[in-house]
């Protein structure tokens, strides 16, 4: 494996959740050696910074009042460059395949006969867990972990974030869950979830802003969400935010690494 990017190569990279710290290695070489980069909007900039000079540089995030970009539109874009002969890194927050419409983007390069390669990268909810030091599992109250979110296909926005039985012993971690904890808090008591069971709503993971609020379920319908990005984990393994035991955020030693890498651009 090669460790820079190669000409006609298309790299779904993961970009981790914003410190520039907790990117791969690889990811790191292919962004400082890549012709193209089309980024989505929650990369941090300071992540942006280690790009290579003469990279081009282009948002196709979806949000934030930007011309909403087609999905078919990103396929294009990419193969267009690859075909050029130009190296071409398409970042994406987090993990690549963890609710990234990688399935896709793969797709449409398959079909293109475009080489890739995917550079995993540390997905959001692992981030929140380190950040909080707060493990997603415990040997004796959570044995699952389960990944879900409510924004699926479009036209389906507004789907359920859960249906049916939740198991006593998971933890579940809902990515972009939206601001209606109320409409959640239903979704979770029709779903048999004790009154009592621990939740959480992490807002800017692992990043400088991070902010976590938690209450049990019953209070859930009232809690503080910080801004987006933001998820919520719902689980026993989630008692160290109510008894107060976790939650130090590691804002300092954050900001000071956010800072020393962007000076050295
Ligand atoms: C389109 S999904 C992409 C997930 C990404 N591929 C990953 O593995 O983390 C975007 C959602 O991930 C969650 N997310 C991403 N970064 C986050 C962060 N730093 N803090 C909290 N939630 C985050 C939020 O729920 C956000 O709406």
Redesign the pocket.
Known sequence: MSTTAQKGTVYLV?A???DPELLTLRALRLLESADVVFH?D?VTDEVLALVHRHALVTSVGKRCGRPRITQAGIHALMIESAKAGQSVVRL??????????AGEELAALRAAGIAFEIVP?????L??GAALALPLTDRKSASKLIFA?G?HAEGKTSAPVWTGSLPEDATLV????GRDTARIAEELRAAGVASDMPCAA??????PE?QVAACALQDLDELSCGP?????MIGRAMAPLLDGEAVETLELPLREAFESLTDKR
Do not use: E
């Open positions: 993961g981790g959740p914003g989505d929650l994406k927050s987090g993990d690549p395949l963890i609710f990234g419409r990268g540390v997905t959001a909810a981030a929140a979110t924004h809902m990515y972009m869950p992490i807002s800017h993971a692992a990043r991070q987006a990005p933001l998820m919520l």
